[in-house]
């Protein structure tokens, strides 16, 4: 994404005018008018400001600092560079999408590529920055919404990710059909309600609250009828911690 086309966006989504990001940016020290903020968020013009302008006007619209930096350096980078990104980061997403036990089809993979094509590369190398561990990619960072043949891959950039629950282990707390949201967690305690998956299973996320027993981890049902599970961490993985529920009447 140019530099220009992501400032535009950062702009137009935090509602300021540009005197009022002028305004913000002289308070930091940084003299810049609404004039050539303008023209900074004009494709045509294809200017790149210094990276102390870039910060100021991040600092103003409320986002990260090396955002706007990062975006401008990456204009100027060799397209190769670009690519490598571009690849780490799909790779990343389609782990994590496969981990999740949801089948993908080279096609839908190609179309969640596209879409990240879309994306700027610095939100891109900050997310990667986050992680200590690339082979999996938190899914508090992914993006893309993929449809076909009826069916809905959905990943969200930020934010919580929300999935729908298959069953009723956890009834009546949880029932079939309800929405959850997700989120990982460096450390799961016991009473937590977590989102878990069979390693190269197709079975999608289940969901069961975590007790410890000794040296033993159980997920267990609030439901009679499904058995508690004893987790293996050979084979099966802890997506996240359930933060809320949505019941849908």
Known sequence: MPYAKLLDQLIHDSGKTGKEISEQ????????TPSYISMLRNEKNGRIPSPEISAALAE??????????????????PQP?????LNLYHIMSVVFIKQLGIPTTPEQEEKILEQMRQMPIAKMILEMAKEKDLSQLNQDSITGSVKEDGR???VTIQGIPEFTV???SLSPKIQKGDKVKVSTQ??????DIVAFSSKGKEKGLQYRQLQAVGDTILLMSFNKDYPAIQYNQEEMIIFGKVMAVTTLL
């Open 25 to 32: 940016c002289q308070s930091q020290g940084v003299e810049i």
């Open 60 to 77: 103003a619209l409320g986002v990260d600092e090396n955002l706007l930096v990062l975006e401008g350096y990456m204009d100027n980078a």
């Open 81 to 85: 560079l670009r690519d490598a990104i």
């Open 152 to 154: 809905q891959i959905n």
């Open 166 to 168: 298959q069953d009723d």
């Open 186 to 191: 460096s450390r799961y305690n016991t009473g």
